[in-house]
């Protein structure tokens, strides 16, 4: 069965960096697009950015953009989410999840997901 497990989350400051990684057994992660969510509390869930098998880089939240960015090792079947400059409203639970190949913003397209790592931002 595929799975997914982040790690890297922890309690920063403001303005500090973070490497979050996603390990993907049970599946080749090459053919898979991994897209990076997060829910903050008493918020929705929201999509934050995505890389596809094809490395196409999707950014879907406009406050990261210029601060987090996303890569895969396919050799290790990992993929990571490095963030820079943090904020105290990045502050949540950063989830990863697989999709067939291509980015979507939609998260019921993802077919797997891992339980979460959260992540805190302090003033």
Same mark, same amino acid.
């Given at each position: 069965?595929?799975?997914?497990? *982040?790690?890297?989350?922890?309690? /920063?400051?403001?303005? !500090?960096?973070?490497?979050?990684? =996603?390990? %993907?057994? !049970?599946?080749?992660?090459?053919? #898979?697009?991994?897209?990076?969510? @997060? ?6 869930? *929201?999509? /934050?950015? =995505?890389?596809?098998? @094809?490395? $196409?880089? *999707? #950014?879907?939240?406009?406050s990261v953009k210029g601060r987090f960015t996303i890569s895969r090792d396919n050799a290790k079947n990992t993929? #990571? ?8 409203? $990045?502050? %949540? /639970?950063?989830? =990863?999840?697989? @999709? +067939?190949?291509? =980015?979507? /913003?939609?998260?019921?397209? #993802?077919? +797997?997901?891992? @339980?979460?790592t959260q992540v805190t931002v302090s003033s």
């Amino acid at each position: 069965q595929p799975q997914l497990v *982040e790690s890297g989350g922890g309690l /920063v400051q403001s303005g !500090g960096s973070l490497r979050l990684s =996603c390990a %993907a057994s !049970g599946f080749t992660l090459e053919h #898979y697009a991994i897209g990076w969510f @997060r829910q903050a509390p008493g918020k929705e869930r *929201e999509g /934050v950015l =995505c890389i596809s098998n @094809r490395n $196409d880089i *999707e #950014y879907w939240t406009d406050s990261v953009k210029g601060r987090f960015t996303i890569s895969r090792d396919n050799a290790k079947n990992t993929a #990571y989410l490095q963030m820079n400059s943090l904020k105290p409203e $990045d502050t %949540a /639970v950063y989830y =990863c999840a697989r @999709r +067939a190949f291509k =980015c979507n /913003v939609i998260s019921d397209l #993802y077919d +797997a997901w891992g @339980r979460g790592t959260q992540v805190t931002v302090s003033s």
